[in-house]
């Protein structure tokens, strides 16, 4: 059985309480047969951008928590000019025994403060010029919008009781991603590449 109405913790809440943000709630985490959602709310806008990061260009040390299009909470849009990194969003996870099983948000829908979250995060000339009909489109006036995608194949192998989510997918990877029904990876032609221009770049250093 699970606890009705389902506990609702901001990102804070579950950070400081359980240590991540993906808290399992059950009292006994043993029994299989035990289940508790919750929702986790609150989660910022913002983390400190890595080299790793897409978004990484311009000098700027901000990354999409989420992802670039996640509206800031009403309350904090002052903030973004101020300090950024305490900016809460509107992004939504749904857990079930410590397990992300949905995830969404919802979506930005005024020109402005989506510019000013492109700024943010780095964007230089060509890549806002990439969006621009995306911000015209905004400058027409769309109606607040959101959802929810939920991992049905994470939800299953949990009421199953199966360790791993492979069990439950049809057609799964392997363990090294490989997908044998598909015989993938595999390679690419030449003229593969240069339809898509792409350019494969091989380090001559690790081949000697």
């Not at 999409?64 to 939504?92: G, N, R």
């Given at each position: 059985?699970?606890?009705?109405?389902?506990?609702?913790?901001?990102?804070?809440?579950?950070?400081?309480?359980?240590?991540?943000?993906?808290?399992?709630l059950?009292?006994?985490?043993?029994?299989?047969?035990?289940?508790a959602?919750?929702?986790?709310?609150?989660?910022?806008?913002?983390?400190?951008?890595t080299?790793?990061?897409?978004?990484?260009?311009?000098?700027?040390?901000?990354?999409?928590?989420?992802?670039?299009?996640?509206?800031?909470k009403?309350?904090?849009?002052?903030?973004?000019?101020?300090?950024?990194?305490?900016?809460?969003?509107?992004?939504?996870?749904m857990?079930?025994?410590?397990?992300?099983?949905?995830?969404?948000?919802?979506?930005?829908?005024?020109?402005?403060?989506?510019?000013?979250?492109?700024e943010?995060?780095?964007?230089?000339?060509?890549?806002?010029?990439?969006?621009s009909?995306?911000?015209?489109?905004?400058?027409?006036?769309?109606p607040?919008?959101?959802?929810i995608?939920?991992?049905?194949?994470?939800?299953?192998?949990?009421?199953?009781?199966?360790?791993?989510?492979?069990?439950?997918?049809?057609?799964?990877?392997?363990?090294?991603?490989?997908?044998?029904?598909?015989?993938?990876?595999?390679?690419?032609?030449?003229?593969?590449?240069?339809?898509?221009?792409?350019?494969?770049?091989?380090?001559?250093a690790?081949?000697?």
């Amino acid at each position: 059985m699970t606890k009705t109405p389902w506990p609702r913790l901001t990102y804070d809440q579950a950070m400081k309480e359980y240590g991540n943000d993906k808290p399992d709630l059950r009292k006994n985490k043993k029994d299989k047969n035990e289940l508790a959602f919750c929702w986790v709310l609150d989660f910022p806008l913002f983390t400190k951008q890595t080299k790793e990061d897409f978004f990484h260009g311009a000098g700027k040390k901000l990354a999409p928590s989420h992802h670039m299009f996640t509206a800031p909470k009403e309350e904090d849009i002052k903030l973004l000019d101020k300090d950024p990194l305490k900016v809460k969003s509107y992004q939504h996870d749904m857990v079930l025994n410590g397990v992300e099983i949905g995830g969404g948000s919802i979506r930005i829908h005024d020109p402005k403060i989506q510019k000013k979250i492109f700024e943010l995060i780095g964007f230089n000339k060509k890549q806002k010029e990439q969006f621009s009909h995306f911000l015209s489109a905004l400058e027409y006036g769309v109606p607040p919008h959101g959802g929810i995608a939920p991992g049905i194949d994470r939800l299953v192998r949990i009421l199953l009781g199966e360790d791993n989510i492979r069990e439950v997918i049809a057609f799964p990877m392997t363990g090294e991603t490989k997908d044998l029904m598909m015989g993938a990876p595999s390679e690419v032609s030449d003229e593969q590449l240069k339809e898509l221009h792409i350019k494969i770049i091989t380090d001559d250093a690790s081949q000697k």
